[in-house]
């Protein structure tokens, strides 16, 4: 069975990292939301994926350096073709709305920070404990990154919780001992038996982006685990037309 990820929310339809991102990804029935997190200068966890608020708010300046306070009367969503203003969104206010629907989150932590590891000690605190020993796919919470140290740092932290080491052209060998590898859907277009040597070796495989028919016909006939995908609600009734 491969599972259906909303990366950032609906994030085609809606501003990424929005309450209305998430709340149509509900709505279109996905088994899980994925997001990027970002620790401010106060502690708060945000759902926010570039290091700077250029791209998609009405301010700028390093994301870091502001408090949760700071953020208050930020537009985090009209640059959007939706054109409809949307406030900033705390990680809590995720989980709690992933906890009401009983929908998983793969959770990105980005490298490197000014911070460091302190993300990564923020969630493994922040995070209920799980009694889980079954897919990571079904898993309530998975961690992600591209950073290797990231992902060594969880499994020590919380080896409860499953951690996504996250591939883009480089391969790193040997592969970090994680239950999950999450290649680009550009890396498996142009090497689709990447997924049958990460199974042999025990992995299973996420992959993120996946937009268009072909790549989610492609992903579903090679038996990838997880689709991250922008478009879920689309993603969803392709998987139903296939199976």
């Given amino acids: ?17 929005t309450r209305v991102a998430y709340d149509d990804a509900v709505a279109a029935q996905v088994d899980g939301f994925e ?9 708060e966890i945000i759902c926010w994926h570039d290091a700077t608020l250029n791209r998609t708010s009405n301010s700028s300046g390093l994301i870091f350096a502001r408090t949760w306070q700071d953020m208050q009367g930020i537009d985090a969503g009209s640059w959007h073709r939706s054109k409809k203003p949307q406030p900033p969104l705390r990680f809590i206010e995720l989980l709690a ?3 009401i629907h009983r929908k998983s989150i793969s959770i990105e932590t980005k490298h490197p920070v000014p911070n460091g590891g302190a993300i990564e000690h923020k969630l493994a605190a922040l995070l209920p404990a799980v009694d889980f020993h079954g897919s990571a796919a079904l898993a309530p919470f998975r961690l992600m ?4 140290l990231a992902v060594q740092r969880w499994s020590t932290l919380r080896p409860d919780i499953p951690a996504v080491y996250l591939l883009d052209h480089r391969l790193l060998s040997p592969l970090p001992k994680v239950p999950v590898i999450g290649p680009g859907m550009e890396r498996l277009r142009r090497d689709p038996e990447i997924v049958a040597r990460l199974h042999e070796q025990g992995y299973e495989v996420h992959v993120w982006t996946v937009d268009e028919e072909r790549d989610v016909e492609l992903c579903v006939k090679l038996g990838v685990e997880a689709i991250i995908s922008n478009r879920p609600r689309e993603v969803r009734a392709l998987l139903g037309e296939i199976n």
């Fill in 1 to 17: 069975m491969t599972i259906v990820i909303a990366h950032r929310g609906s994030s085609y339809l809606y501003p990424e990292h």
């Fill in 35 to 43: 997001c990027d997190v970002r620790l401010l200068r106060d502690g």
């Fill in 97 to 99: 709305l992933a906890q």
């Fill in 145 to 148: 990154s591209f950073s290797l």
